[in-house]
Structures are given as C-alpha cells and as structure tokens.
C-alpha cells in the first residue's frame, strides 16, 4: 500500500526542538522529492522545505532557514523534519508529501500535530 | 513570494448545482504551473488538478480546471455530497517557496 505514515504528536515548551518522522511505503523511496508543509488552524497549508531521495540535499523556504533540518534515513525509507528554537506561532499541523522537487504533492502523511505551549 | 488569492471566501451550495472557485496569483505562475486540493476536517489535503487542468489519478471528471498567467479556476458540475470541504489552489511554477492560497470553504445548503 502506498502511504506515508508519520510519527504521532507533540507537545514542547518554547525553545526546545521537535522531531517529526515520516515512514514511506509501497513505492520507490528515491523516485519522488519528499516536502514539509505546516498547516495552522484555519490556514491555508505554509511550504517548509523539500528534500532530495538520492542525495539528502534539501531547500527550505527563507523563513526557516537556519531552524530547520531535514534529514533522510534511505535504510528504513523514513524522511525527518527537525525545527529548533521553538515558538508559539509554530504550533500547527505538520505534513510530509511527496512529489517532484518543483511540482504538486499527489500523497500526503497523515500530519503531525505539533504544540507549543509552555 | 508570489501570493494566492482564493474567492470567494465561503460557498452555499446544494447538491447537483455547479460551482466555480477563483485563484488569482500576484504575479505569472510559470508553465501554468498551479494546483487545486480539496480538504476535509481533520485529513490531510487531497490533490485533484495539477498543471492548471490535469486531473489527478482517480479525480472524476466532473473537476476541471483552467486558467493561465495569473488567473484560474476551478469548476466543479453536478455537486456531489463528497465534494464539499475547503479547496486550495498551490502554485509551483516559480522557486521556492511554493505557495497557497487561504482557501475556500465549500457548503452543502
């Protein structure tokens, strides 16, 4: 079955990172760009960043540069997204979805709820 | 950053009638490069139309979608229970990042 399947949700202080994973399945890992997308609640989805199969590189949108990492582990097909420094503006939904680098998502996770609270 | 306008805001409507939703970019989205995704509460976005008017695998072919430079749309004929929700338009035409408009919630009256 073809799906991604992502690590369940958190709940940190401001300040702390969060690591958020994303379980691919049922298709090849390195033909599809894997991207990070947020969503807070009654907004629109908010593009994070993308991540290359094949060579780990990754793009973030400026906004996050310098909080975010994004790894790949291709020996269990898992795709991560880290952001440090937490803030309460970054409470939201986190996806991962897959598509070319430049292109539309055509399989999402089933998202991630992230809370900042202290 | 090139932002999406999406109208209307909100839309009433009933089974069996058409509808058509507006995405309207700041500025040219490349190769017509622009997306639309349908949301239900609590799931994750749903790709129905990529490259302004392809349908997505499964997408029925009551979806279409049309448009170019900074103007699209979406129209929906023959409304279905299943097809209310929020719709989004994405574009991915121009670098990073990828944007999408705010959303238009779809009503069943």
């Known amino acids: 079955q073809v799906q991604l399947v992502q690590s369940g949700g958190e709940v940190k202080k401001p300040g702390a990172s969060v690591k958020v994973s994303c379980k691919t399945s049922?298709?090849?890992?390195?033909?599809?760009?894997m991207h990070w997308l947020r969503q807070a609640p009654g907004q629109g989805p908010e593009w994070i960043g993308w991540?290359?199969?094949?060579?780990?590189?990754?793009r973030s949108a400026e906004r996050f540069q310098g909080r975010v990492v994004m790894t790949r582990d291709t020996s269990i097909n898992t795709f991560y997204l880290e952001l440090t420094s937490l803030r309460f503006d970054d409470t939201a939904v986190y996806y991962c979805?897959?598509?070319?680098?430049?292109?539309?998502?055509?399989?999402w996770g089933q998202g991630t709820l992230v809370t900042v609270s202290s | 950053e090139i932002v999406l306008t999406q109208s209307p805001g909100t839309l009433s409507l009933s089974p069996g009638e058409r509808v058509t939703l507006s995405c309207r970019a700041s500025?040219?989205?490349?190769?017509?490069?622009l997306a639309w995704y349908r949301q239900k509460r609590g799931q994750a976005p749903r790709l129905l139309i990529y490259s302004t008017s392809i349908r997505a695998t499964g997408i029925p072919d009551r979806f279409s979608g049309s448009g170019s430079g900074t103007d699209f749309t979406l129209t929906i004929n023959r409304l279905e229970p299943e097809d209310f929700g929020v719709y989004y338009c994405?574009?991915?035409?121009?670098?990073?990042?990828?944007?999408f408009g705010q959303g238009t919630k779809l009503e069943i009256k």
């Open positions: 991540n290359n199969p094949n060579s780990g590189d990754t």
């Open positions: 049922g298709y090849t890992f390195t033909d599809y760009w």
């Open positions: 979805a897959r598509g070319p680098r430049s292109g539309a998502f055509d399989l």
């Open positions: 994405q574009q991915y035409g121009n670098s990073p990042p990828y944007s």
């Open positions: 500025q040219t989205v490349s190769n017509t490069y």
